[in-house]
């Protein structure tokens, strides 16, 4: 019985089924244990049975694998071996492996540990289900139609990325001799997506104030409300809030060392911690024990709050508040704008926000100014503190 496009649409894993179905002509399907169907041309040549392998479905479509035969078999009766008219997709070529093995090589080695995480869900989104693509052969409009329906089923400007990323993949295999060429790399953003947009939300005084006020009056989880606050007054990192380690902190000294490992320039940096910070660090203490590890435990004492807790958490506020729209990363560029506005020079804004200084600076001057980012801190709270009584 033929096969049919439809057939080898239905087939799942886990697959119980013949291991190889029959089409005509030679062409056969062979299915693994897993779902994985390869083409495969079975022939007689010299006297004895002999099988190439043509290809995985989808990558190579019901109708190409029947073409092809079409061309061998004539080949067969012509006289000639088929095997040197057609050259078998080379495992270099196929996207899983290439990005798996850039995940190994490349990204797991040598990036932080926010690279690591966006890279793996990547490949486990994009890339496995697709895995069997050979890159080599994948048509310029092939690739239009992949990255439309990523379009399509989330925002252009997530096709822009994933197509970024696809090309950071497709680029490193190319410089290692793994592949020649790919239609991938002709592909321009602007034709699957967008750019990602730079942002540039600020939130002025009274809002910061609002959102403030918000925070203190919500009957959110304890963790996520102390979390927000605490990168409304330090401008750091996300990830560098959420998952701090109570041993970071010399409260008596005022100080916060992040560690080179959790930092994203690889190195330490040394912050100042204004008096409100602290209150706000000391007031964990009570509900979550002075000896956690964690500064913020999550839903366990042994793990810290989660990513997606903390965006839901931003994301109600917004909804409640009804101001143009802010996300936490917004509270870096509020801090340095709104202290830059009140005589806090650069050079220590930056290094509030764990920035390397650039040029000559960055060489020669390891000096971190934490009086003066103390002073900075504390001067923050204290014009925030004056909003919110007036307000």
């Not at 894993?13 to 390869?38: C, F, M, Q, W």
């Not at 190195?267 to 964990?284: D, F, M, V």
């Amino acid at each position: 019985m033929a096969i049919s496009e439809s057939k080898l649409r239905n087939i799942k894993s886990p697959y119980n089924g013949k291991p190889e179905l029959s089409d005509r002509d030679g062409l056969t399907a062979r299915i693994t244990k897993h779902g994985v169907i390869s083409f495969n041309f079975r022939f007689q040549w010299q006297g004895k049975a002999q099988r190439m392998k043509l290809g995985r479905y989808p990558e190579v479509k019901l109708a190409e694998a029947r073409a092809q035969v079409t061309k061998l078999r004539r080949a067969v009766f012509d006289g000639e071996d088929p095997r040197h008219l057609f050259s078998p997709t080379s495992e270099h070529e196929l996207l899983g492996n290439i990005a798996q093995e850039f995940l190994t090589l490349r990204v797991d080695p040598d990036l932080s540990a926010a690279s690591i995480a966006l890279y793996h869900s990547t490949v486990n989104k994009y890339v496995k289900p697709n895995a069997t693509i050979n890159v080599e052969r994948y048509s310029y409009t092939q690739w239009i139609a992949f990255f439309d329906r990523i379009n399509k089923d989330t925002s252009p400007e997530n096709a822009g990325n994933v197509l970024r990323r696809f090309k950071t993949f497709i680029r490193w295999a190319k410089s290692r001799g793994r592949i020649k060429q790919s239609h991938l790399l002709d592909v321009p953003t602007l034709a699957v997506g967008n750019h990602q947009r730079k942002r540039e939300r600020t939130l002025e005084w009274h809002e910061v104030a609002k959102l403030w006020r918000e925070i203190e009056l919500s009957r959110a989880a304890l963790s996520c409300r102390v979390c927000t606050l605490l990168l409304m007054l330090t401008g750091a990192r996300n990830s560098e809030i959420r998952e701090a380690r109570i041993s970071e902190f010399d409260l008596p000294r005022k100080l916060w060392i992040l560690p080179a490992e959790r930092s994203k320039t690889n190195k330490a940096i040394r912050r100042a911690l204004s008096c409100k910070t602290i209150e706000l660090i000391k007031s964990l203490d009570l509900p979550y024990g002075a000896a956690r590890t964690f500064l913020i435990p999550g839903q366990s004492q042994h793990k810290p709050l989660t990513s997606h807790a903390q965006t839901r958490f931003v994301q109600r506020l917004n909804d409640r508040l009804k101001l143009d729209r802010f996300v936490a990363h917004d509270f870096r560029r509020t801090i340095t704008t709104r202290l830059s506005e009140n005589a806090v020079m650069p050079h220590v804004t930056e290094k509030m926000l764990g920035h390397e200084l650039g040029g000559i600076m960055a060489i020669y001057n390891k000096h971190d100014w934490l009086e003066e980012q103390q002073h900075a801190y504390d001067l923050y709270w204290s014009l925030l503190e004056k909003e919110l009584l007036n307000s």
